[in-house]
Nanobody, 123 residues
């Protein structure tokens, strides 16, 4: 059974940091590209970051570039999203996802999804 479980969300003030984790089981983690997406109420799901199996190729949304860092530990079957200098507009449910193939910013190209973890940033 494929399972992706996010953790690390919370309520913080603007300028704070959070580190999200996504623990993966049920498939060969090292064979998959991993991504992070987010969705705020009333908005479409938005690409945040993605990382290839080797960790060499990474992609970020312009809105988070320079503030967020995606990483993975294949030995632990875990992908991370380090979020610094958080802004109120970062408030959303954050989801991790997995896909075969190359790094992608399109949610429809991902095969597996977690249930999400809420990040709320107050001003």
């Amino acid at each position: 059974q494929v399972q992706l479980v996010e953790s690390g969300g919370g309520l913080v003030q603007a300028g704070a940091s959070l580190k999200l984790s996504c623990a993966v089981s049920g498939f060969t983690f090292s064979s998959y590209v991993m991504g992070w997406f987010r969705q705020a109420p009333g908005k479409e799901r938005e690409f945040v970051a993605a990382i290839r199996w080797s960790g060499v190729t990474r992609q970020y949304a312009d809105s988070v570039l320079g503030r967020f860092t995606i990483s993975r530990d294949n030995a632990k079957n875990t992908v991370y999203l380090q979020m610094n200098l958080l802004k109120p507009e970062d408030t959303a449910a954050y989801y991790c996802a997995a896909r075969r193939g190359g790094v992608s910013k399109y949610s429809g190209e991902y095969d597996y999804w977690g249930q999400g973890t809420q990040v709320t940033v107050s001003s």
